[in-house]
């Protein structure tokens, strides 16, 4: 192993503009997991095959590398496995995540090829994903099974889904489909990162002075020579133990993302990819015809406009729920950096449901129940629900606080509030 720079900084050289923070989201108490783990993002650990002799680099040069990176050319495999140490959610917390995006009717009329629902799945498990990205406009993932295929390709103006097991394909214009925010390459929706990279550039967005980074020796990800970049918060009380990105040597693109939670044992999310070509990928790659018998849906057509009046009536509602929420006090941020909590309350202070409600389905009173810690204080009572990463605690009187932080650091939030 080549003798590395590994002194630490503070982080300031991650900073980015405050304008470009975005405020972070809660769905309490059910899709709290699910949340979490597309906010972060999403693998086994992959092996690596020696210590590459580089050259000496600082944790700022190193950072300043993948800012400057510019690769928009890539193909290749990654696996994602994502371990939030919560009980087995038969598939509840999908279910909840996808009957949200269409519209609340349960499905009907909709696709199981629809990426907005089809993609969740990636926030639990191990899945082992195909990528490709030619520029802006050319992107495909395809998510492999043991006897299936989902693929989503995007290519000019359309976006094209495609899942082998219905045999359905979801179709729509994919006009500005494929740019982010800041003009990185998306083929995924907005939310889902869906390699190292985007992993990376979340986590680096977190090193505000609140972090230590270093660089930790190099590695061989891929067939790759890389540097292991590593985070760790300052702070006392963070679910986060470590982040580790192993870093291209030659073009700055992260390989390997890694994150280990300060309890210890199997890391929460690893992904990384087995196999990067850094090549212009073959333009069959992004060419794609619905399979002759395939159910092919039009996001633009009747059924899918009936979504989205759907959706809207969901959105005026929750326009109105949210003038309640702001009439009681918008939402604070208590703390600062890896040990950040969003204090807030509930629309109407409406509080969880008991076990006697009609309104709560029996699998969800369970999934709540399984993951749920009563606890007390100053503040009164309450429910911590925990992850291995990210933990919530709702008071009986319908105050609600969510963060990366421990349970003992929830607790001590609410008596202070």
Same mark, same amino acid.
């Given at each position: 192993?080549?003798?590395?720079?590994?002194?630490?900084?503070?982080?300031?050289?991650?900073?980015?503009?405050?304008?470009?923070?975005?405020?972070?989201?809660?769905?309490?108490?059910?899709?709290?997991?699910?949340?979490?783990?597309?906010?972060?993002?999403?693998?086994?650990?992959?092996?690596?095959?020696?210590?590459?002799?580089?050259?000496?680099?600082?944790?700022?040069?190193?950072?300043?590398?993948?800012?400057?990176?510019?690769?928009?050319?890539?193909?290749?495999?990654?696996?994602?496995?994502?371990?939030?140490?919560?009980?087995?959610?038969?598939?509840?917390?999908?279910?909840?995540?996808?009957?949200?995006?269409?519209?609340?009717?349960?499905?009907?009329?909709?696709?199981?090829?629809?990426?907005?629902?089809?993609?969740?799945?990636?926030?639990?498990?191990?899945?082992?994903?195909?990528?490709?990205?030619?520029?802006?406009?050319?992107?495909?993932?395809?998510?492999?099974?043991?006897?299936?295929?989902?693929?989503?390709?995007?290519?000019?103006?359309?976006?094209?889904?495609?899942?082998?097991?219905?045999? +359905?394909?979801?179709? /729509?214009?994919? %006009?500005? &489909? =494929?740019?982010?925010?800041?003009?990185?390459?998306?083929? #995924? @929706?907005?939310?889902?990162?869906?390699?190292?990279?985007?992993?990376?550039?979340?986590?680096?967005?977190?090193?505000?002075?609140?972090?230590?980074?270093?660089?930790?020796?190099?590695?061989?990800?891929?067939?790759?020579?890389?540097?292991?970049?590593?985070?760790?918060?300052?702070?006392?009380?963070?679910?986060?133990?470590?982040?580790?990105?192993?870093?291209?040597?030659?073009?700055?693109?992260?390989?390997?993302?890694?994150?280990?939670?300060?309890?210890?044992?199997?890391?929460?999310?690893?992904?990384?990819?087995?196999?990067?070509?850094?090549?212009?990928?073959?333009?069959?790659?992004?060419?794609?015809?619905?399979?002759?018998?395939?159910?092919?849906?039009?996001?633009?057509?009747?059924?899918?406009?009936?979504?989205?009046? +759907?959706?809207?009536? /969901?959105?005026? %509602?929750? &326009? =109105?729920?949210?003038?309640?929420?702001?009439?009681?006090? #918008? @939402?604070?941020?208590?703390?600062?950096?890896?040990?950040?909590?969003?204090?807030?309350?509930?629309?109407?202070?409406?509080?969880?449901?008991?076990?006697?409600?009609?309104?709560?389905?029996?699998?969800?009173?369970?999934?709540?129940?399984?993951?749920?810690?009563?606890?007390?204080?100053?503040?009164?009572?309450?429910?911590?629900?925990?992850?291995?990463?990210?933990?919530?605690?709702?008071?009986?009187?319908?105050?609600?606080?969510?963060?990366?932080?421990?349970?003992?650091?929830?607790?001590?939030?609410?008596?202070?509030?």
């Amino acid at each position: 192993m080549a003798p590395n720079d590994s002194a630490e900084t503070n982080g300031t050289a991650a900073r980015r503009p405050a304008g470009r923070r975005k405020a972070a989201r809660y769905i309490v108490p059910v899709a709290v997991a699910g949340v979490a783990a597309a906010t972060i993002g999403l693998v086994p650990a992959l092996a690596s095959s020696g210590d590459p002799d580089l050259p000496k680099i600082t944790a700022q040069e190193l950072i300043e590398k993948i800012a400057a990176s510019d690769t928009e050319q890539f193909s290749g495999t990654v696996k994602i496995s994502t371990d939030l140490g919560i009980p087995s959610m038969g598939g509840l917390a999908g279910s909840f995540l996808s009957g949200a995006a269409e519209g609340g009717d349960g499905g009907k009329g909709g696709s199981s090829a629809d990426p907005q629902s089809k993609l969740t799945e990636l926030a639990s498990g191990t899945h082992t994903l195909r990528v490709a990205a030619d520029g802006p406009d050319k992107q495909r993932l395809s998510v492999l099974d043991q006897a299936s295929e989902y693929s989503l390709i995007h290519n000019g103006d359309d976006v094209w889904a495609y899942d082998s097991g219905s045999n +359905e394909v979801y179709h /729509a214009d994919g %006009k500005g &489909q =494929g740019k982010a925010p800041h003009g990185k390459e998306q083929a #995924a @929706p907005e939310g889902v990162p869906t390699t190292p990279k985007a992993l990376a550039e979340e986590a680096l967005k977190a090193a505000d002075g609140t972090t230590s980074v270093s660089v930790d020796g190099t590695a061989r990800v891929a067939g790759r020579d890389a540097y292991r970049l590593v985070l760790r918060p300052e702070q006392k009380g963070s679910t986060v133990g470590s982040i580790t990105v192993a870093v291209d040597a030659e073009n700055g693109v992260p390989l390997k993302f890694t994150l280990q939670p300060s309890s210890g044992g199997k890391a929460v999310v690893d992904a990384g990819f087995t196999s990067v070509d850094f090549g212009k990928p073959a333009a069959s790659s992004f060419a794609f015809t619905p399979p002759k018998g395939a159910k092919v849906t039009e996001a633009d057509d009747a059924k899918a406009e009936g979504h989205q009046k +759907e959706a809207r009536k /969901a959105a005026e %509602k929750a &326009q =109105g729920d949210l003038g309640k929420f702001e009439g009681e006090g #918008a @939402p604070k941020i208590i703390g600062k950096g890896w040990n950040s909590i969003a204090e807030f309350k509930t629309p109407g202070g409406a509080a969880l449901p008991s076990k006697a409600s009609k309104d709560v389905p029996a699998e969800a009173q369970q999934f709540l129940d399984a993951l749920g810690d009563k606890v007390s204080g100053k503040f009164g009572s309450g429910t911590v629900f925990k992850t291995r990463l990210i933990n919530a605690l709702m008071t009986d009187d319908g105050r609600v606080y969510v963060g990366a932080v421990t349970k003992d650091a929830l607790v001590a939030a609410a008596n202070a509030g």
